[in-house]
């Protein structure tokens, strides 16, 4: 059974970096398509970016594009999410998900995810 867990979340000053990551056991995450989706209280989930099962192909929400890179590190069965020029309006709980059927930024299509880390942007 496939298990996630982010890493990587704290506070960051306006402009700054973060990089997020969802390690996975129990299955070969490179198996998997992985997203990352984000939440903040009183609003849906919504998605930021995901990645295709081996890696092929990616894809972004135009509020991340050109700022957030995901990745994969399979040597460390991880996904990773780098932010850069972070603002406030990033704060968020980030999810991490995994899906073996569907690839996509909608968070149904997704079976397995993480527990969460808190990211806050804030001077």
């Known amino acids: 059974q496939l298990q996630l867990m982010e890493s990587g979340g704290g506070f960051v000053q306006p402009g700054g970096s973060l990089r997020l990551s969802c390690a996975a056991s129990?299955?070969?995450?490179?198996?998997?398509?992985v997203g990352w989706f984000r939440q903040v209280p009183g609003k849906e989930r919504e998605g930021v970016s995901c990645?295709?099962?081996?890696?092929?192909?990616?894809n972004y929400a135009g509020f991340v594009k050109g700022r957030f890179t995901i990745s994969r590190d399979n040597a460390k069965n991880t996904v990773n999410l780098q932010m850069n020029s972070l603002n406030p309006e990033d704060t968020a709980v980030y999810y991490c998900?995994?899906?073996?059927?569907?690839?996509?930024?909608?968070?149904?299509?997704?079976?397995?995810w993480g527990q969460g880390t808190q990211v806050t942007v804030s001077s």
């Open positions: 129990g299955a070969t995450l490179d198996n998997y398509a």
């Open positions: 990645i295709t099962s081996k890696g092929g192909f990616t």
């Open positions: 998900a995994a899906s073996l059927s569907k690839w996509s930024k909608i968070s149904s299509d997704y079976n397995y």
